[in-house]
Every structure is written in structure tokens, then in C-alpha cells.
């Protein structure tokens, strides 16, 4: 069996690396990465590929900076010619960026049978462009492979599953199937190596004694308003404890425009970190806060509580188990949730799995 899989950012290259791990143990089955550049990130070095034993794309299509519309258009063009070249028996996607869209959109209308990784995620925000590439995603994949139950049943709220043409020219009916999180594989595979090769001394960090902040969402960081809100509460909050911001190049450019140069007082700025130093960071922190939908999760797997800085999450079960607090960019609730105990479920492994999500997904693929 030939995959091909569609990778655009660094968090898909990550969750796929446990399940290309998987795969190479399977001698029938040969797996062709396609990179489609979507997600410039100076981490992504031949570095990051090597120390994370993660494969290297075979293909890079190298397409980024442009409109939702002339990004989505070329890859579904690049994506179409290597369908073309390889003659996949499936094509795989992951998540909710542009970059799964169109491969989702190259793979259906060449009849070559999709998986979608992480399907049945809802926002139930229109206006989010990943919530579109969701669904559009999940309305013409083959196989829905959900992290949660709570995925599949927002499938089956919307009339899933649906026929699909099959390779063969067939209709067929898609299969909704619950995998478990390959994130929280990647999770359980990394931490050991983070805590062992990352040391918090070289930030002069101590054990749950600071919160980590991330924040790169536009709605945050290109409404003055909101950004200024949230860097409000930032600076309340870094007076009694130590306050740690990674801080992200649209966010850097959008404070800059601002002129503020209180914008950053009392917090503790460090450039952006790799994939091994902020799952260090994060073990360790007192307390999380992000607009992050991977690091909600990472939060919850580490058993660091976390503030959302939106005003709705795809991973419910981390604000239902109590994880999880969401404030939007709210300073007053963002202080009040800062102020307020979080009463915590122990719930851990059973909601998002057993950690052997990826065993699942290759498993579902050679049936």
C-alpha cells in the first residue's frame, strides 16, 4: 500500500511522526510525505527532523505568505500533480489548516480515498478559517479518524457518515472511527526526552513557580483592543509570579506597530522555542495561557492547568474536566480565572486514549 501524506505545519509533522513510526515497521506499506511550506518556521531545520526522529518530506512545495484563497488554489494544484506522479492508494490529512483542505479537496476529486486525522473537531465559530477546512474536510474523506467521542458525535449530530466515491468509482459509506489523540502520543514519546535534554536552570526557571503564555491568533494580535487587553493582564499577573512569553513573530510586528513601550513590561520575553523546550516549559509551569488549540491539550497531558485566551474550544473535555478555563481577551476575566482555584479531574488517559492512537490509525488504513 502507498500514503501520501499532507503536512503544513509543525505541529502536523509532529503528530505524524508517531504514526510514520508505525508505518515503518509495516514492510506493506510505503509512506511519501508532501510538505507544502504552508507554516514558515525557523525551528523547522534539518535539526528538528533529525532530533525528533521525525521523517523528512519527500516533496516541499513550498508555498506560503499568500491569501487563503491563492494558498489553497496552489497547493490543491501542487498537491494534484504529485497524486498524479505517486498513485496513491490513500492520502492523509491532519487537523484544520490550508494545507489539509487541499489535500483533502487534490485527493477527492482524483478518487483517491482520504483519511482525515483529528475529524469531527468543532468550534462552532463560522468565522474561524479552520473550522471551514474541517468540515469541508470531513465532508469528503473516506475514513474519519476522531481523537474523542465528543468528535464523533458531533459527526453524527450532522448526518455522518455520508457516501464517498471510492477509488474503484463506487460509492461507498464513510467510516467514523474513534483512534484516541496522536497528539498525546507525541506528548508521552517527547516528555522523558525534553526533561532529560532541557534543563530549566538555562532560563532560570523553577519548578511551578511561573506561568507560560503563548498567544498567536489574529483575532488577539490584530485587534489593538484585544491584544492590548490581554498584555493588560499579563503585566498584572507577572507581579506575583514570573511571566514567560515565547513571543511570536505576528504578535512582536503588531505591538511594534503600536509603539507601546510599556506593552512588555515585567514579562519575561523569549524568542520562539522548539517543539523539546516547550513541552520542558510546560511541564513545569504553575500555569498555562495560550489561544493555542494544541497547547490546550498539552496543558491537560501534563496536568498544568490552563487559561484559553478565546471565547470557545474544539477540546471541550479540557474545560468540562475543569483544566481548562476559557476568558476570551477579556482582562477581567482573564485575572479572575488567574484568581479563582481551578477544581481539576484526574481524568487523564481514557477521554483522548490510550496513547496508542497512531497503532489505531495505521491499523484502520490497512483493513
Given at each position: 500500500?502507498?500514503?501520501?501524506?499532507?503536512?503544513?505545519?509543525?505541529?502536523?509533522?509532529?503528530?505524524?511522526?508517531?504514526?510514520?513510526?508505525?508505518?515503518?515497521?509495516?514492510?506493506?506499506?510505503?509512506?511519501?510525505?508532501?510538505?507544502?511550506?504552508?507554516?514558515?518556521?525557523?525551528?523547522?531545520?534539518?535539526?528538528?527532523?533529525?532530533?525528533?526522529?521525525?521523517?523528512?518530506?519527500?516533496?516541499?512545495?513550498?508555498?506560503?505568505?499568500?491569501?487563503?484563497?491563492?494558498?489553497?488554489?496552489?497547493?490543491?494544484?501542487?498537491?494534484?500533480?504529485?497524486?498524479?506522479?505517486?498513485?496513491?492508494?490513500?492520502?492523509?490529512?491532519?487537523?484544520?489548516?490550508?494545507?489539509?483542505?487541499?489535500?483533502?479537496?487534490?485527493?477527492s476529486k482524483l478518487h483517491i480515498p482520504l483519511a482525515h486525522v483529528e475529524a469531527g473537531m468543532r468550534s462552532n465559530n463560522p468565522i474561524m478559517p479552520e473550522e471551514i477546512n474541517r468540515i469541508l474536510t470531513d465532508r469528503v474523506s473516506s475514513l474519519l479518524l476522531c481523537s474523542t467521542q465528543t468528535a464523533v458525535n458531533n459527526?453524527?449530530?450532522?448526518?455522518?457518515?455520508?457516501?464517498?466515491?471510492?477509488?474503484?468509482?463506487?460509492?461507498?459509506?464513510?467510516?467514523?472511527?474513534?483512534?484516541?489523540?496522536?497528539?498525546?502520543?507525541?506528548?508521552?514519546?517527547?516528555?522523558?526526552?525534553?526533561?532529560?535534554?532541557?534543563?530549566?536552570?538555562?532560563?532560570?526557571?523553577?519548578?511551578?513557580?511561573?506561568?507560560?503564555?503563548?498567544?498567536?491568533?489574529?483575532?488577539?494580535?490584530?485587534?489593538?483592543?484585544?491584544?492590548?487587553?490581554?498584555?493588560?493582564?499579563?503585566?498584572?499577573?507577572?507581579?506575583?509570579?514570573?511571566?514567560?512569553?515565547?513571543?511570536?513573530?505576528?504578535?512582536?510586528?503588531?505591538?511594534?506597530?503600536?509603539?507601546?513601550?510599556?506593552?512588555?513590561?515585567?514579562?519575561?520575553?523569549?524568542?520562539?522555542?522548539?517543539?523539546?523546550?516547550?513541552?520542558?516549559?510546560?511541564?513545569?509551569?504553575?500555569?498555562?495561557?495560550?489561544?493555542?488549540?494544541?497547547?490546550?491539550?498539552?496543558?491537560?497531558?501534563?496536568?498544568?492547568?490552563?487559561?484559553?485566551?478565546?471565547?470557545?474550544?474544539?477540546?471541550?473535555?479540557?474545560?468540562?474536566?475543569?483544566?481548562?478555563?476559557?476568558?476570551?481577551?477579556?482582562?477581567?476575566?482573564?485575572?479572575?480565572?488567574?484568581?479563582?482555584?481551578?477544581?481539576?479531574?484526574?481524568?487523564?488517559?481514557?477521554?483522548?486514549?490510550?496513547?496508542?492512537?497512531?497503532?489505531?490509525?495505521?491499523?484502520?488504513?490497512?483493513?
Amino acid at each position: 500500500m502507498k500514503l501520501l501524506t499532507v503536512l503544513g505545519a509543525r505541529p502536523q509533522f509532529i503528530k505524524a511522526a508517531n504514526v510514520s513510526r508505525v508505518i515503518k515497521k509495516k514492510n506493506d506499506i510505503k509512506e511519501i510525505i508532501i510538505h507544502t511550506g504552508q507554516h514558515f518556521d525557523s525551528n523547522m531545520s534539518d535539526i528538528f527532523f533529525d532530533q525528533l526522529d521525525i521523517p523528512h518530506p519527500r516533496y516541499n512545495l513550498n508555498i506560503s505568505n499568500l491569501s487563503h484563497g491563492a494558498m489553497t488554489g496552489r497547493m490543491i494544484e501542487g498537491i494534484e500533480t504529485l497524486i498524479k506522479k505517486e498513485k496513491p492508494d490513500w492520502v492523509m490529512v491532519y487537523g484544520d489548516t490550508n494545507s489539509t483542505l487541499a489535500g483533502a479537496l487534490a485527493a477527492s476529486k482524483l478518487h483517491i480515498p482520504l483519511a482525515h486525522v483529528e475529524a469531527g473537531m468543532r468550534s462552532n465559530n463560522p468565522i474561524m478559517p479552520e473550522e471551514i477546512n474541517r468540515i469541508l474536510t470531513d465532508r469528503v474523506s473516506s475514513l474519519l479518524l476522531c481523537s474523542t467521542q465528543t468528535a464523533v458525535n458531533n459527526l453524527n449530530k450532522e448526518g455522518f457518515p455520508f457516501s464517498v466515491i471510492s477509488s474503484s468509482g463506487q460509492t461507498e459509506l464513510q467510516r467514523i472511527i474513534k483512534t484516541g489523540d496522536v497528539m498525546f502520543d507525541a506528548v508521552l514519546y517527547y516528555r522523558d526526552r525534553a526533561k532529560a535534554e532541557i534543563s530549566l536552570d538555562a532560563f532560570n526557571l523553577q519548578h511551578h513557580n511561573y506561568v507560560l503564555c503563548t498567544m498567536h491568533r489574529q483575532e488577539n494580535t490584530d485587534d489593538p483592543k484585544c491584544l492590548n487587553n490581554i498584555l493588560s493582564a499579563l503585566r498584572e499577573i507577572a507581579k506575583s509570579l514570573p511571566l514567560i512569553l515565547p513571543l511570536h513573530p505576528r504578535t512582536k510586528k503588531k505591538i511594534e506597530q503600536q509603539l507601546n513601550a510599556d506593552a512588555l513590561q515585567g514579562l519575561t520575553i523569549l524568542k520562539p522555542l522548539s517543539y523539546l523546550e516547550m513541552q520542558r516549559l510546560q511541564m513545569s509551569a504553575k500555569l498555562i495561557i495560550t489561544d493555542s488549540g494544541g497547547i490546550q491539550k498539552e496543558s491537560y497531558f501534563h496536568k498544568v492547568p490552563c487559561i484559553t485566551l478565546r471565547d470557545e474550544t474544539e477540546w471541550v473535555e479540557t474545560v468540562e474536566l475543569g483544566w481548562n478555563k476559557l476568558t476570551g481577551a477579556n482582562k477581567e476575566q482573564i485575572l479572575n480565572a488567574w484568581h479563582t482555584s481551578f477544581i481539576c479531574n484526574e481524568q487523564i488517559e481514557h477521554i483522548y486514549g490510550d496513547a496508542k492512537s497512531s497503532n489505531a490509525i495505521v491499523a484502520e488504513l490497512t483493513k
